[in-house]
């Protein structure tokens, strides 16, 4: 779960407010001081995540307001000095080591408020520096970034992932990349900051292609606005996360759905009710994913993505389900058992010709899909077979 949550959760337009709305950035840091999330319970965000099978959280430690949601002693502009007053990092970090959950911090590079920053009127900075601003990237790095990074990594137990946002193209310095792989060993950082880095973050898509080369995490939304609250959202239905969220994985990707709490600390009744819904389908299903690999190349069917352990092959019918079969081309070995993992019913299966198809050439053929029945959740069929299927063989052309 990707938890975008800050000040912006009070005027509960956008995080980008200030930015988006040319608000002044003087008026807005009065939210700073306003901000008294009195309702904020982790152990609440755990409830949902873990009810609907999410293992990891990334958490909004500084958005690009520059606002710091831990008692970081690099800037007053922090939740220690806020209505608040408490560490919400550190009280969500604290939940997550004894839950279970893992931690992955999310940090913006792009800071409205620090005097260094050099704000610049490049995208997603302000138009120009503020009265007293003293630009210089390099500074803002050296003596803070990197400051803060000691924080982030030293003072909140193991965290698992580092995600950087929107860096300046041009500035490049692996130095910080080293650092955080220095004070947490084995964390993996994203590609988005200064440095090189492990992961890909494709944000609000599906790349094209059937499986990742590269160690892919997907990120999106549950409202189609905002990443933080926004008052009146306009949420994706649940068929659509679901399909996407199938792909991605589907293709060997981590997903990263994001919710924005409201200013009170509370996740929005509407996201948590998508979570959910997305959670029922994702228990039914989620053998076709834990310690499987993509195999959606094996087969032709852009509609169907196949994924394999084993002798088992899981096939995905993205949705809208076409129809009541699926054939997949150019598997022509029958299993032992075909079962839709959404009901838990057995599915018919035959080798056989079709009339659209391969000429002569018997291909697997799955029928009995309850297609009307599944409206907005991806049908999941375990495949099982006597032995691993793992070839690809290249369909014969018509001739
Ligand atoms: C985009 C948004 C930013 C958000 C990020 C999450 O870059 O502009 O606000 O934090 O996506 O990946």
């Known amino acids: 779960m990707f938890v975008h949550w800050g000040i912006y959760a009070i005027p509960a337009w956008h995080e980008q407010i200030l930015w988006r709305r040319n608000m002044s950035p003087f008026d807005y840091k009065h939210y700073a001081k306003q901000f008294n999330p009195v309702k904020f319970n982790p152990h609440e965000w755990i409830d949902l995540m873990q009810e609907a099978g999410m293992e990891y959280i990334c958490f909004t430690t500084k958005h690009h307001d520059g606002f710091c949601m831990w008692d970081t002693k690099q800037t007053e502009y922090n939740i220690m000095n806020s209505a608040y007053g408490k560490d919400i990092l550190k009280l969500l970090t604290d939940a997550c080591h004894e839950r ?38 390099n500074r803002y790095y050296n003596e803070y970034v990197v400051k803060q990074i000691e924080e982030l990594c030293t003072n909140y137990g193991p965290i698992s992932y580092f995600f950087w946002d929107l860096n300046i193209a041009e500035y490049k310095d692996p130095s910080v990349n080293d650092l955080i792989r220095k004070l947490q060993p084995g964390i993996m950082i994203n590609d988005r900051g200064p440095g090189e880095g492990d992961y890909k973050t494709p944000e609000r898509s599906v790349p094209p292609g059937r499986r990742f080369e590269l160690p892919t995490e997907a990120c999106q939304s549950v409202g189609k606005h905002s990443w933080g609250y926004k008052q009146d959202e306009d949420y994706y239905s649940v068929a659509y996360l679901i399909n996407s969220i199938d792909k991605i994985m589907a293709m060997g990707g981590n997903y990263l759905l994001n919710v924005g709490p409201d200013a009170s600390g509370v996740i929005p009744e509407e996201a948590q009710r998508i979570v959910r819904s997305i959670g029922r389908w994702y228990k039914k299903v989620r053998e076709a994913f834990d310690d499987a690999v993509p195999a959606s190349d094996m087969i032709t069917d852009n509609n169907v993505m196949l994924t394999r352990k084993n002798h088992t092959l899981y096939a995905h019918v993205n949705i809208p389900v076409i129809s009541s079969s699926i054939v997949l081309t150019p598997i022509d070995v029958l299993p032992n058992k075909a079962v839709l993992l959404n009901t838990g019913q057995e599915l018919e299966t035959r080798v056989d010709i079709t ?27 375990k495949l099982e077979f006597d032995e691993a299927i793992e070839k690809y063989v290249p369909p014969e052309k018509d001739a």
Not at 108 to 135: A, F, Q
Not at 355 to 373: F, H, M, S, T, V
């Open 100 to 137: 279970g959950i893992k931690v992955g911090l999310y940090y913006s590079c792009v800071d409205w408020d620090h005097p260094y920053y050099p704000n610049l009127g490049r995208s997603h900075e302000l138009s120009r520096p503020k009265p007293g601003d003293d630009p210089d990237i």
């Open 355 to 381: 009339p659209n198809l391969y000429k002569e050439k018997p291909i697997l053929r799955i029928r009995g899909i309850p297609a009307d029945d599944l409206t907005g959740e991806v049908p999941v069929i």
